[in-house]
């Protein structure tokens, strides 16, 4: 077994965070680690947030990103879960594996703050962090869901509760996007898909897309979402835009419908007028990621519907700047992988 792995860090200069490789030696197994051989991480709009701000709570030489996938090579002498070779990927929150979510599981996050993250041919970490991804699944597609995967089922099923024929809003088409399309017409559910390219929307229409609308050529889309629904609106609203998008999204939410507060797409602030959901008796859930629970549920759906999330492009491990840079362009349709 190799003694060092090659890792990625976010060091502090004087251009900002910089991404620097460089090599880690190999760290020991306390009695409930695993040490697993990272095949496949992924990116998301998140990771590029520490280099974008306003957030810089990022500690100089962080390891960044919080999903992957791969295969346990070493068991600690007390690990009882796992043995060598099993195919796992680590849960968002290391902290959050079921129950409800509590404050202080927002420090455990991978890849962010000072939690060193997945960006590294090998991680330890405890054995009851992990979950075994669905056998159908190649380790670039498996890594593409601890967030963005976990992400759209915590907001249409778990909290949703999203049923056979309801409409459901999505913004865009990248990662927790297309998760929710796939999860959304799997259910049976009717998606409706904004986004500023007619090419990727006739893509969108492929994976099950009930309707579309172009947001760029069409900016009054909550317009638009009214007419489709004959003045009802859609019952579930995936907002992830932020600012610029959230009082469209309120406009286009039917009565007694649910907003899952997600995205910061355009930015953090400022909040916008809530008056009108009173008037709607709707709902706004604020959604963080998901439990472990929730990506061991998540599994079992991809796996009963054999849906396989949509990758856009694979970038190896010394072309990480280059996943970045794609990420950051907003060319995407679906994840950004990185193989290793
Ligand atoms: N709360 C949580 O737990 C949580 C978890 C995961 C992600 N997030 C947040 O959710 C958002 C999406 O994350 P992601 O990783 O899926 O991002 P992503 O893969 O980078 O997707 C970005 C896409 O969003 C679309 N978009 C950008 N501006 C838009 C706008 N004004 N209106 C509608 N669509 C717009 C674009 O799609 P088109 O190219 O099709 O226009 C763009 O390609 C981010 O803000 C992220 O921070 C939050």
Redesign the pocket.
């Known amino acids: 077994m190799q003694n060092d792995s090659q890792v990625y860090r976010l060091v502090k200069g004087d251009d900002g965070l910089q991404l620097k490789k460089s090599s880690q030696a190999k760290a020991a197994l306390r009695p409930h680690d695993i040490r697993i051989q990272v095949h496949a991480a992924s ?4 990771d ?2 520490p280099m974008r701000g306003p957030i810089d709570d990022t500690r100089d030489g962080l390891i960044p990103l919080s999903d992957a996938a791969g295969a346990v090579l070493e068991v600690g002498s007390a690990v009882t879960r796992w043995k060598v070779g099993d195919r796992v990927a680590p849960t ?1 929150f290391s902290g959050w594996q079921s129950g409800p979510f509590k404050k202080d599981h927002l420090a455990t996050a991978l890849g962010g703050g000072s939690i060193d993250g997945v960006l590294s041919e090998q991680i330890v970490v405890p054995e009851h962090v992990v979950v075994e991804i669905p056998a159908h699944l190649s380790y670039a597609e498996a890594a593409t869901l601890p ?2 995967g ?2 759209a089922w ?1 907001a249409l099923v778990e909290r949703g509760g999203l049923k056979i024929g309801e409409t459901v809003l999505i ?9 929710a399309l796939q999860l959304a017409a799997a259910i049976g559910a009717k998606p409706i ?5 007619d090419q ?2 006739k893509r ?1 229409i492929g994976l099950g897309a009930w309707k579309t609308v172009n ?2 050529t069409q900016p009054d889309w909550d317009q638009a979402v009214l007419d489709m629904t004959r003045g009802a609106g859609a019952d579930h609203v995936l907002e ?3 600012p ?2 959230f009082e469209r999204s309120i406009a286009s939410v039917a009565t007694g419908g649910k907003i899952a ?6 930015g953090f602030g400022p909040t916008p007028n809530l008056l009108p959901v009173q008037f709607l008796n709707a709902n706004i859930h ?5 439990s472990g629970a929730h990506f061991s549920a998540l599994n079992r759906f991809l796996e009963t519907h054999r849906i396989k999330p949509v990758i856009d492009t694979e970038f190896t491990f010394d072309q990480i700047p280059q996943a970045y840079d794609h ?1 950051a362009s ?7 992988v990185i193989r290793l």
């Not at 990116?43 to 998140?46: A, F, G, S």
């Open positions: 990116l998301n709009y998140r590029l947030l968002f967030c963005a976990v992400t915590h913004q865009g088409t990248g990662g927790v996007a297309l998760f898909v904004l986004s500023s390219s990727k929307l969108a947001y760029r992830l835009g932020g610029d998008t507060q997600i995205g910061v797409l355009t604020g959604i963080c990621v998901g990420l907003g060319q995407h349709f679906g994840k950004v």
